[in-house]
């Protein structure tokens, strides 16, 4: 994956300028990309950053639905290889930590880069690794990484710094409010992989979801994007099971079938104090599902598009 995504890497660096993004050269030789943190960014920039963060396994688009919506304009993914491209790339789970300024700074990294060097059980579990002569990492954060989280990610990825890029962006800026939201599809996976569904069932799929309102407020960014997802998401996925199988994954995929769904999340995340793992996971998944069954050509839906939450959240 690291080698698919080398020439996005290497065309986002191209058009820099026309993107409105900023390239540099850390102290320890590693590319830095901002896509919003200094650097202005905006809807292409966070289009590319998406397609970056599968891997180069999949297509990410920026389309208009129903123009009569308060909501029309949407981000559309879609990947031949879901499984690998979504929860082996995109999917933020590699926690890394350092010190910046005399701050902690913590994140959650994306990307093909942990396909080499993260450690989660995960990848036990695709039963997939890669190598390459160069990684590139995609962060959700506001700064650039410091040295000790550079120094970090090399170690564990057997790779010199200057073999690394870092593309970052944070959660309020228009790139990172696009590379978010792009994650439908990869939600939707990682929901059916906690539903113990047999991912080698997952033949292909595609997700969509509408395109939030930046917010300046961290907290109402964050939430935003995941009610982009949880209240307007939707996504379809091609399974070889029997029809009964497709039929119970339709019918608990969605996000209404958490005991914390209704309200929009920023409300959700103040009620727990901020304690992000004290809400209920089976939250985070799309709107409305439809699973088809390659075996019997039979598809079934589940859960509905909540526009009311969406308008007061994105309002």
């Not at 579990?125 to 990610?153: C, H, M, N, T």
């Not at 992000?276 to 390659?294: E, G, H, N, Q, W």
Request: glycine content about 8%.
């Amino acid at each position: 994956m690291n080698a698919e995504a080398e020439p996005l890497v290497k065309a986002l660096i191209a058009d820099a300028d026309a993107l409105r993004v900023d390239v540099t050269e850390g102290t320890l030789g590693e590319c830095r990309i901002d896509c919003g943190v200094k650097a202005v960014g905006g809807l292409e920039a966070g289009r590319r950053m998406a397609e970056i963060c599968l891997g180069g396994l999949g297509s990410v688009a920026l389309a208009t639905t129903d123009t009569d919506s308060s909501w029309p304009f949407v981000v559309t993914v879609h990947t031949a290889q879901p499984v690998v491209a979504c929860l082996g790339s995109q999917y933020a789970g590699w926690s890394l930590s350092g010190e910046y300024k005399g701050k902690k700074y913590s994140v959650l990294g994306s990307g093909p880069a942990r396909a080499i060097g993260s450690s989660e059980k995960l990848f036990d579990e695709l039963g997939y690794r890669d190598k390459a002569e160069s990684a590139v990492l995609v962060l959700e954060a506001d700064r650039p990484p410091p040295p000790a989280l550079v120094e970090q990610v090399a170690k564990a990825c057997k790779l010199e710094p200057d073999r690394l890029t870092f593309v970052y962006a944070p959660t309020s800026s228009l790139a990172g409010t696009v590379q978010i939201a792009a994650r439908c599809l990869e939600v939707a996976l990682h929901k059916a992989h906690e539903l113990h569904f047999p991912l080698d069932h997952i033949v292909d799929g595609m997700a969509t979801a509408p395109l939030p309102p930046p917010a300046p407020d961290f907290i109402a960014a964050m939430g935003r994007t995941n009610d982009a997802i949880i209240y307007g998401g939707r996504a379809q996925l091609f399974v070889s099971s029997g029809a009964k199988e497709a039929k119970t994954l339709a019918e608990n995929l969605p996000s209404l079938k958490s005991k914390d769904y209704g309200k929009p999340f920023a409300d959700i995340f103040a009620a727990v104090k901020g304690d992000f793992y004290a809400i209920d996971r089976m939250l985070f998944s799309p709107a409305k599902v439809t699973v088809t069954s390659l075996k019997t050509g039979e598809s079934f839906e589940g859960g509905h598009i909540d526009t009311a939450v969406l308008s007061r959240s994105f309002a």
